[in-house]
């Protein structure tokens, strides 16, 4: 059974860099077919896709974040990284990474989130 946890800051100032980790256990990043995103859930615009890394480095994400968002793993450490730059309130949130496979339709496992407020 797959585990994923988050792990970062939980205050960001505006225009600054959040960077989130996701520590995964049970089973290797590198595993084929699996796709590992980033999630994030706010009142104001619901549950949102931010981009994920497939299970071979590639990386994907949502047009509306592209501009601002990265991706990348360590898989000596198993853990993959979102970046998001540069923040501002709106992007306050509680952010999830969470797991989909090329077998079973949308994310199998989540995370349990973390809530990031960005404020001065």
């Known amino acids: 059974q797959v585990q994923l946890q988050e792990s970062g800051p939980e205050l960001v100032k505006p225009s600054q860099t959040l960077s989130l980790t996701c520590t995964v256990s049970?089973?290797?990043?590198?595993?084929?077919?699996?796709?590992w995103s980033w999630i994030r859930q706010s009142p104001e615009k619901g549950l949102e896709w931010m981009g994920a890394i497939t299970y071979n480095g590639d990386t994907d994400y949502s047009p509306s974040l592209r501009s601002r968002t990265s991706i990348s793993r360590d898989t000596s450490k198993n853990q993959f990284t979102l970046q998001l730059r540069p923040v501002t309130p709106e992007d306050t949130a509680v952010y999830y990474c969470a797991r989909s496979s090329n077998w079973v339709p949308g994310f199998g496992s989540w995370g349990q989130g973390t809530q990031v407020t960005v404020s001065s």
């Open positions: 049970g089973g290797p990043i590198w595993e084929s077919g699996y796709y």
